[in-house]
Structure formats: C-alpha cells, structure tokens
C-alpha cells in the first residue's frame, strides 16, 4: 500500500537550508559547540533576537519547526516539503543536487512557501465567510476522515516491512539469469521414461539423445545455447530454475500446441548478469509483495479477534432466485457478521451496499446473474473498514499528528476550492469579443504548421551536387540521379539524413533547408547543406501550407482557458489584498535577499 504522503525518492537527500527562529534574550548567549551562530539583530516586528539553525529538510527530527506564520497558523518545515513533495517538480529536484543551483534553489524555496501562504490565506477567507459550516463541506470532510483512517493504520503496520533478501536473490536469478540447456522433447511418456534410464545407468545426455534421434522417438537441440526463463515453456522454466549446474531434470509434462509432449532437459551453465537496475525493480517488487503479506496477516488477526461470520447464511443468500426478492433482502435483519463492540452486518446492509456498488441499477445485474458473485468481496470490503476503523481509533491513530495533518490538509484543499467556486468564479463573465481575440493572439497555438513533403541524396562536395540539380532542371529522373550522379555520399556513410518521403513541418528541417525550401512548390529541386555538411540536392514532392483551426471548432476549448486565467488573475488579486491585512512572518533567513 502506498502512504498518501510517501515523498519522491529523488528529494530524499540530506539537503540543508537556514531558518531563522525567534528566542528570547536569556537565550542569546550559546557556546560555540553547540553550532548555533546567534545574531546581533532583533527582529523589528516583535524585538525578538534571531539566531541561524541549519535544519535537514526531509528530517522527521525537524518536521515542526516553523518556517513561516499566517497569523496564527504556522507552517512548519513538513508543511514544505509536503509542497515540494506535491509538485513532483523534475527540474526542482535536480536543482537540489546541484551545487551551483543555490540561488536558484532558494527562489524555488520562496515560491513554495508563498504558494502555502496564498492557500492558507484563502483557506482563512472560506471559514470567515461561513464555507466550513456548509453541510456539503462537513460531510465531504467525515467522509474523508473515515476513509482515510485505516490508510494511516495500514501505513504504520506495513512501514518497517523490507524486501526480503533472499526473495530478492531467487527472483532475480530466475528472471535476469542465462541458463546453457539441451532440451529433448518426447511424443511419448514411454519414451521419456526409457531415456532417463539410459541416463541412471550411466549413459551421457549426448549419447542418449543421438540414439533417441536416431530412433526417431525425441527431437533434441542440437547443441546448448543460453537461454532466459521468459521465452522457456514455463514448465520448463519452473524446474530449470531449481536445477543445479551440469544436472539432467525429471521428465517434465506440458502441454504443447494442444498435445501433451515430455521434456527432459540437462543444465550445462548458469551466468547471472549484474544488472543493479534490473535488481532494484525486482527488489521493489518484493517489497510491495512482502507489504501485503503483512497486511493481510494483519487482517486475518483482525478477524479472528473480532469477528463471527454466519458463513452458512452468506452462502444461502440468493440475489439472482425469484424467492425470497429484492423487496424482503432489503428488509432482512437476519445478522450476516458479529463484530465485537460494533453494530452487527446484517443482509439488508449488505443489499444496500450492493445496490449502492451497481450504478445502473442492481435489478440489471441480477437479471445478468452478475450480483452472487460480487456478495463476499463486498461484504468484506464492509467488514475491512469496520475492523480498520475500530483497531484504528483503537491504538488512538484518530489522534495521532499524521491523521490530523491529513485530514487538515484535506479541508484547505476544499475551503479553496469552495472559495474559487462561489467567490471568484461567479462574478466572471466572457464575451465573444474578448474570447476572438485571445484565439487572434495565440493563433500560432491553434495553427497547423506548413509542411513539405521531401526526398534527399546526399554529395559530398557542392560542384556534384550542383551537377546532380543542372540534369534534374533539363529533365533526368530523380530516382536515377541518386542511383548514377557522380559524386553521391556513400548510401553506408555515418549520420547522412534519410528522408525517404518524409513529411516534415518547415520547423523541423535540418540544416539551412527551411531557408532553402521556403517559398518552394512541388516538383522543385534545391540544394540546402545538412547539419553533417554535405551537400543535399533536394526533391520537392509536396508542399501543405500553413492553416488555422477553425474558430468554432475549438471556441469551448479556448474559452476554458480564458475563464481560467481571469480565475488566476482574480485569485491573485483577492490574496494580494489578503495578504495586506494578514500577520505573516516568514522564517527563512534567505527569503526576499538576492
């Protein structure tokens, strides 16, 4: 299972920034040892003294420190790597393991907070106005708590589970390793038997297969050859993997195009790639395999501490029969599961939530035998969350920092869009007029680019190519000119540009040909020199000018974006007079300093 929260693997590094954190005078005076340099300054907004601490960004040790304030509401340091975290920024995260990208980096820093700062404002602005009083926005809110619960109690059973080692070496020594085989393959079990006494009394694989070949009772390969698991005859490949070096396997039964055929196979070598990326794959593969495990074990505890299934009762239900009906099973109070300490699951629970889980209507999925099937996966589910639930609340995870945040973080993301929908989206209005002209003004986005349709033969000197253009001008064939003109580039030679009718937009042509075919018509020919420096006598076989979309056909399109940049604007404008009012600090010693 993966943590809602997981960070990014690549921003996992020891990376260091300066926050500046208020203290008291008393507190002022440190010994050098302990690597806090204090400063001389006050801070001119509440006169206290500031010292510099070097804090490790992705630290758990460090995750409360404050790195910000919106009136009373402190973001911390976890508040910002969760931003950054969020992003999934590439170039951000390389900026982060370059040394020279510190400036560069601490205006990143500056976005991110300020990005935080805007969402909390606004966030503020919606429980002012009254938005977290709605009952849609409460009941969204429960909703998510309740769902969200048993993720942070599967996050916490699962989090110290690691790949184990030894899975990890078998899987990738059967997937990634080259095994030497001789296969011989029988019609007939008889047959096979007979060869593998012949091997127990003391005869070589190769003489037995010669005689078996000979007779004409196995078809062997020729010779070994490596060979990896997944283009064997996974029968094959199930007991090769278990073989050691120079053994011979037991007769092995599969099934081949619809016939039983028998195998015996004799491992001359195994080679083990190093592959660390192919291993690392692996290894997370067992991880998330190895997680399960867990979580399912952890399951099956769950139900034998708290659960009593009517096994019989849920087996006897039929929602497909006529008798007893839709009608009664909704009413039905018969109790399908006790769970201890929580309201027992009874069948008119269950029916409800089948209901609930086909969208059109359960009466078509009981007509299409469709509902029997789906009964225990979902009464289980039922179960799951009641169980996550209780054991949750139980070992006190609706209390815990983690749920809390999650939860938190859930209502600003609602608050603000809320605040969008019914403050800054309802005053805006488009025009036609002003929708036209954003499409005038972007035309080149919702233009198809001219296009030309070519063919090249390369020369390497400009005096061949110029003869090679002069016989096309008086009428030769192109096709005979790059097969007999004198002078042509070797068809073999490194990095010549084959364009073998090839359309290509007048952008996307080499060298200097966008300036050579501009203007050009069918049937042309010109010479433009390629970024390899030879000479390209070049044949114009089609030319498709530049056109527009059309208005109509992409006015929805356009209009989207246009609602959608008056929504930044106007979002931009409301935190800007937010932010005039607010109380905000901001902690990072580098923020505003160029």
């Not at 028998?262 to 067992?286: M, N």
């Amino acid at each position: 299972m993966k943590h809602p929260r997981a960070a990014i693997a690549v921003l996992l590094l020891p990376l260091l920034f300066f926050i500046a954190t208020p203290c008291s005078a008393a507190d002022q005076e440190l010994p050098a040892k302990s690597g806090i340099n204090t400063s001389k300054e006050k801070n001119s907004d509440d006169g206290a003294f500031r010292v510099m601490v070097n804090i490790p960004l992705f630290s758990p040790a460090f995750s409360d420190v404050p790195v910000a304030m919106v009136d009373d509401d402190v973001i911390t340091v976890e508040d910002l790597t969760d931003m950054i975290n969020a992003t999934h920024e590439e170039r951000f995260a390389s900026d982060l393991m370059e040394k020279t990208a510190e400036e560069k980096t601490k205006k990143k820093y500056e976005t991110f907070i300020n990005r935080i700062i805007d969402l909390r404002l606004i966030a503020h602005e919606a429980r002012n106005i009254g938005f977290d009083e709605d009952p849609e926005y409460r009941e969204s809110v429960a909703v998510f708590s309740r769902n969200v619960l048993p993720s942070v109690l599967m996050h916490e059973i699962i989090q110290d589970v690691t790949a184990d080692e030894k899975e990890v070496d078998k899987t990738y020594r059967a997937t990634s390793g080259e095994w030497k085989i001789r296969v011989a393959q029988f019609g007939k079990k008889e047959d096979a038997l007979r060869f593998t006494a012949a091997l127990e009394q003391g005869v070589g694989f190769s003489d037995a297969a010669k005689n078996a070949t000979q007779d004409k009772t196995a078809k062997v390969d020729a010779e070994a050859s490596y060979v990896k698991t997944a283009t064997m005859i996974p029968q094959i490949a199930s007991a090769v993997t278990k073989m050691e070096k120079g053994s011979v396997s037991p007769v092995i039964t599969a099934l081949q195009s619809n016939q039983t055929a028998y195998y015996i196979v004799s491992l001359e070598d195994i080679r083990i790639p190093d592959d660390p990326a192919a291993r690392e794959k692996i290894k997370k593969q067992v991880l998330i395999q190895d997680r399960e495990k867990k979580g399912k074990l952890f399951r099956e505890g769950l139900y034998k501490k708290y659960v009593k299934l009517n096994s019989k009762l849920i087996k006897s239900i039929d929602y497909e029969a006529q008798k007893p009906g839709l009608q009664k099973l909704r009413k039905d109070d018969r109790i399908l599961a006790d769970i201890s300490g929580e309201k027992p699951v009874r069948v008119k629970d269950l029916t409800k939530a089948l209901e609930d889980n086909f969208y059109h209507g359960i009466e078509q999925a009981m007509q299409a035998k469709e509902v029997n099937g789906k009964k225990q996966e979902i009464l289980n589910n039922m179960i799951d969350k009641m169980l996550y639930l209780k054991e949750a609340k139980l070992r006190g995870f609706d209390r815990s920092k983690q749920y809390l945040r999650l939860v938190r973080e859930y209502e600003q993301g609602l608050l603000f869009g809320l605040f969008i929908t019914k403050v800054i989206a309802p005053p805006i209005k488009l025009s036609d007029d002003e929708v036209r002209k954003y499409y005038n003004d972007h035309i080149a986005e919702y233009s198809f680019p001219a296009m030309v349709k070519i063919d090249g033969q390369p020369f390497n000197k400009m005096r061949d190519a110029e003869a090679a253009l002069e016989k096309l001008k008086k009428g030769a064939d192109f096709s005979w000119i790059k097969a007999n003109a004198d002078g042509r580039t070797d068809e073999h030679a490194e990095n010549i540009l084959d364009f073998a009718n090839t359309v290509l937009t007048m952008n996307e042509l080499p060298g200097d040909f966008k300036k050579v075919l501009t203007g050009a018509r069918p049937g042309d020919f010109k010479i433009g020199t390629g970024p390899d420096s030879r000479f390209y006598v070049i044949a114009v076989l089609d030319v498709m000018p530049e056109s527009k979309r059309p208005y109509e056909e992409i006015l929805q399109s356009i209009a989207q974006k246009v609602f959608d940049d008056k929504i930044s604007k106007n979002t931009a404008d409301y935190v800007a007079k937010l932010r005039e009012s607010a109380d905000i600090k901001i902690y990072l010693a580098s923020y505003g300093k160029k």
